[in-house]
């Protein structure tokens, strides 16, 4: 059973589990895993080019980890600068000769059976991507595969209807798309890429991340289920050397990123004497704002929701708590006693609502940045639920106190880990909350629309949730300002930047 203990607030008997849970209300469950069988896993990778898998030019390969166990899952190719070069002149030849010509509507069929085949496969997807990622299966399964499925189907729909677009009569696509995805997200992010890429015409080299390459692996064998022809979408994994091959590779007319400022950086100093387009998709520190007059209960789950919803290795995540100082007491409270009913621990039990922290640098990161929250002097409050023996694990963690100048309030954690901040009027709020250097989500709480109104349209941030948090919708854009990048993703906007607009 699992044993808990509220630091820093209530005093509790941790000698009696039973009665310790039964104080915390928290039910105890029996384990309910998933099957990890069901991933159907081969021991070994090949390079997806050409429409067919073939061995890396140097036979390179490394091992993608299970973060919950930190043991080897399977062996994935290492593309170097000739794979990268093979690929990109697929995708070339895929483009002038099949994909460009083809009408929107043939375009379509082929996304339409895709996303379809994306649900036939949805459980063995979920599974993959709970062991490679580390994230629960309610959520992969309840979250990251019906909207990957959604974004095909979304983008499917707009294949033929791009003269209606609102981007002139007949928008042409750009030619040869390099992505470059991260793990938090691993086949939803191939989808967000790869669904508006194909509708407006466009070929693709995907490069999925280092620690989570199985899905997009999977979704290779996908597109042969459906016969995408030969070269349209071609996915390379490796490391940050073959992502950095396909943004120098002179074949390539976009590149569209998603992960560090650091790395998103480096990519616009490269592209900046080319004419390759570019969208960037950053980090975040968003602003979660609560207005004493919102209700509660309701708040409570929403913050939670907003920060350690896959395991917060989130960009949009909703880091920097800002409350009205009259309820600040009292929103810290509840959520110190519900932080610590969150059950933490195997990724692939479907009772499990945090999982494992995706890898050993991760895990790293976010306890140096942790340590610096208690060393600035910050109060800090964890869940000392049980963690596993093996593998990469973060109790979740709440800091109150925190002041604007401390790093936890500045930087970007990516980990479970809130930082707590009040205010006392709208001003202040909007003040605080734009205090940042990134741009990319926020979310307002209040029963009256007005003032959500008037703080939304002052804050500097590409998305703005009202009275929820985390929720994404295929047709809705989603993208940053300042630090956390430029382009849009998902909408109508989505197509823009794949668009010769
Ligand atoms: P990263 O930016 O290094 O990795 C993202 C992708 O870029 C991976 O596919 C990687 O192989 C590739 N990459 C790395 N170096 C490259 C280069 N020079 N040229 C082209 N591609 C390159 O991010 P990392 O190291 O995994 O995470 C570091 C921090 O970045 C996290 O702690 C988090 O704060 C932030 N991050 C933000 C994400 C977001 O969704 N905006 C996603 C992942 C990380
Ligand atoms: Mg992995």
């Known amino acids: 059973m699992r044993t808990c203990e509220l630091t820093n607030l209530v005093e509790i008997d941790v000698s009696e589990n039973n009665m310790e849970i039964s104080r915390l209300g928290a039910l105890a469950y029996d384990p309910a895993p998933e099957s990890a069988a069901l991933a159907k896993l081969q021991p070994s990778y090949g390079l997806f080019i050409d429409g067919a898998f073939t061995d890396p030019s140097k036979h390179q390969q490394f091992a993608t980890l299970n973060p919950a166990t930190g043991l080897p899952l399977a062996m994935v190719a290492q593309a170097d600068v000739r794979d990268v070069d093979h690929a990109v002149k697929a995708a070339r030849r ?9 009408s929107g509507a043939e375009r379509g069929k082929y996304l339409f059976r895709i996303a379809r085949l994306i649900q036939e496969r949805a459980r063995e997807l979920a599974v993959v991507e709970t062991l490679d990622n580390g994230k629960p299966i309610r959520e992969s399964r309840d979250i990251d595969l019906p909207l990957a499925a959604a974004h095909f189907f ?20 750009i030619g040869v798309a390099g992505q470059i995805i991260p793990w938090n997200f691993p086949l939803l992010m191939a989808a967000w890429k790869l669904a508006p890429a194909l509708a407006a015409g466009n070929t693709c080299v995907l490069k999925p991340a280092e620690t989570t390459p199985l899905s997009a692996l999977i979704l290779a064998e ?4 459906a016969e995408l022809p030969a070269g349209v979408v071609n996915i390379l994994t490796g490391d940050g050397s073959t992502g950095s091959a396909l943004v120098a590779h ?4 976009k590149i569209a990123f998603t992960g560090s400022t650091e790395v998103g950086r480096l990519i616009q100093e490269r592209l900046a004497s080319t004419d390759k387009r570019l969208t960037l998709e950053l980090g975040g520190k968003g602003a979660n704002i609560v207005f004493e007059d919102a209700p509660i209960d309701e708040v409570v789950e929403g913050i939670i929701d907003g920060i350690f919803f896959n395991q917060g290795h989130v960009c949009c995540a909703g880091s920097r708590l800002l409350v009205q100082e009259s309820v600040a007491d009292e929103v810290l409270r509840r959520l110190v006693r519900r932080v610590d009913q969150l059950r933490v621990g195997d990724p ?3 009772n499990t609502d945090v999982g494992a922290i995706n890898s050993a640098a991760q895990l790293e990161k976010i306890r140096e940045l942790t340590a610096y929250g208690e060393l600035e002097g910050a109060t800090r409050y964890t869940s000392s639920c049980r963690l596993p023996d093996t593998g990469y ?3 979740p963690t709440i800091f109150a106190d925190v002041s604007q100048s401390h790093r936890i309030a500045r930087e970007e954690i990516f980990g479970p880990v809130l930082s707590m901040l009040t205010f006392r009027t709208p001003e202040e709020a909007v003040a605080k909350a734009n205090n940042t250097k990134y741009g990319l989500a926020c979310g307002v709480w209040s029963e009256k629309g007005s003032r959500t109104l008037w703080v939304a349209e002052r804050l500097r941030a590409g998305v703005v949730w009202a009275n929820t948090y985390n929720r994404f919708d295929p047709t809705s854009p989603f993208g940053g300002m300042r630090e956390s990048g430029f382009g849009r993703e998902g909408g109508r906007h989505g197509l823009e930047a794949y668009l010769n607009v």
């Open 94 to 102: 895929a483009y002038d000769n099949v994909w460009s010509t083809m």
């Open 154 to 173: 979304y983008y499917a729909g707009w294949a033929d209807k791009l003269d209606h677009a609102g981007f002139g009569s007949s928008p042409q696509p």
């Open 222 to 225: 996908i597109l042969e289920q």
């Open 250 to 253: 002179p074949g390539i007319d």
């Open 348 to 350: 692939l039990d479907k």
């Open 393 to 395: 694990w973060f109790s």
